[in-house]
C-alpha cells in the first residue's frame, strides 16, 4: 500500500475547525497521511466575545518540525496562517530546498471574525518568499486585494484583474474565492492558470457556520495535487468538497460553526458549474 504524504505548514486552531485542525480532516479525508508544523497557536476568549489570541511558536522549534515532516518525503505542501516575517521567510525557505513541485498557499492574513492583517509586513513577506513557489494560491477577496495591492475587490472584474497581478507575482495558478462577501447569486470563486478565466459556481447556503472552509479548501487542493490530480481537477473537487462541507456545517458554541468535513462522503457534493470568461 502506498499512500501520499502531505504537510501544512500553519497555525493551530483550538476549536479545532480551521488552521491544522482542518487541514489533517480534510487530508483523511482524501486519502493522504498528513503531517504538520505549527506556527501559532490560535485560542478564543468566550469571556471576551470569542476574542482571538495569536501566539507564535520559537522559530527553531518551527525549523524543527519542517525538517522532521520534509525527511519523509512529502509529495505536497500547504501553509496557512504564517504570522511574521521571518516565519514566513523560514518556510519559503524550507520549500525551496525541499523541491517539492505541489505546494498551495493559503495566505491567511486575518483570524475568522478579525478584520486586520495580523502584521502589515506578511504581505509583502508573502509575495517575495512564497508566491513564487506556489503551484496553487488560494485567497479570499480581501487577501487577492491585498497581495495584487488593487483593495477592495467588488466584481468579478475586480477579480480577473486581481487574479493576473498575483499570477505576475510568480503564482502558477490563482483561485480567489469570492465567498460571501463579492454580490453575487452564486457562491463564485475564479481560477486562473495564466491563460484562461473560469469561473467556479454553487448555490450559495445561507449559514454562519462556515468556520474553517478557507483552510479546507486549499488542504482538499494539496491532497489532491498530492495525489496526481491536475490542477484544473484539484480545485474543481476541492469546491465541491468545501461546498458539502459549509452546506452541512453546524453549530459549535455560541461564537463559531465549522464545516463538516466528511461531507461529501456522507451526503455527497452540491452541483458546481463551470464556465470560462
Not at 51 to 75: E, M, N, R, W
Not at 132 to 150: I, Y
Amino acid at each position: 500500500m502506498s499512500i501520499k504524504k502531505t504537510l501544512t505548514i500553519a497555525g493551530s486552531d483550538t476549536s479545532g475547525g480551521a488552521g491544522i485542525q482542518a487541514d489533517l480532516k480534510a487530508f483523511q479525508e482524501h486519502g493522504t497521511y498528513g503531517m504538520t508544523a505549527l506556527t501559532v497557536v490560535v485560542t478564543m476568549d468566550p469571556d471576551n466575545g470569542w476574542s482571538h489570541g495569536v501566539y507564535s511558536l520559537p522559530t527553531d522549534v518551527l525549523k524543527s518540525q519542517i525538517k522532521t515532516a520534509l525527511s519523509t518525503g512529502v509529495d505536497a505542501i500547504k501553509t496557512g496562517m504564517l504570522s511574521t516575517e521571518e516565519i514566513i521567510e523560514i518556510a519559503g525557505k524550507a520549500i525551496q530546498e525541499a523541491g517539492v513541485a505541489n505546494v498551495v498557499i493559503d495566505p491567511v492574513m486575518v483570524c475568522k471574525g478579525e478584520d486586520e492583517v495580523l502584521n502589515p509586513g506578511t504581505v509583502d513577506a508573502m509575495i517575495e518568499h512564497l508566491l513564487p513557489h506556489a503551484k496553487v494560491v488560494t485567497p479570499n477577496l480581501f487577501e487577492a486585494g491585498q497581495l495584487s495591492g488593487l483593495g477592495a475587490l467588488k466584481t468579478i472584474e475586480d477579480m480577473k484583474a486581481a487574479a493576473e497581478k498575483i499570477h505576475e507575482l510568480g503564482a502558477q495558478n490563482v483561485i480567489i474565492k469570492g465567498g460571501k462577501q463579492l454580490k453575487h447569486e452564486k457562491a463564485v470563486d475564479l481560477f486562473y492558470n495564466g491563460d484562461t478565466f473560469t469561473l467556479l459556481e454553487t448555490e450559495k447556503t445561507p449559514t454562519t457556520y462556515n468556520h474553517g472552509a478557507g483552510c479546507t479548501f486549499a488542504a482538499s487542493i494539496t491532497a489532491n495535487l498530492a495525489n496526481g490530480m491536475t490542477v484544473e481537477d484539484a480545485v474543481f473537487e476541492a469546491k465541491e468538497f468545501v461546498s458539502a462541507a459549509i452546506k452541512n456545517g453546524w453549530k459549535l458554541n455560541d461564537y463559531v460553526g465549522p464545516v463538516l468535513h466528511g461531507a461529501k462522503s456522507i451526503h455527497g457534493a452540491p452541483t458546481v458549474t463551470t464556465s470560462q470568461i
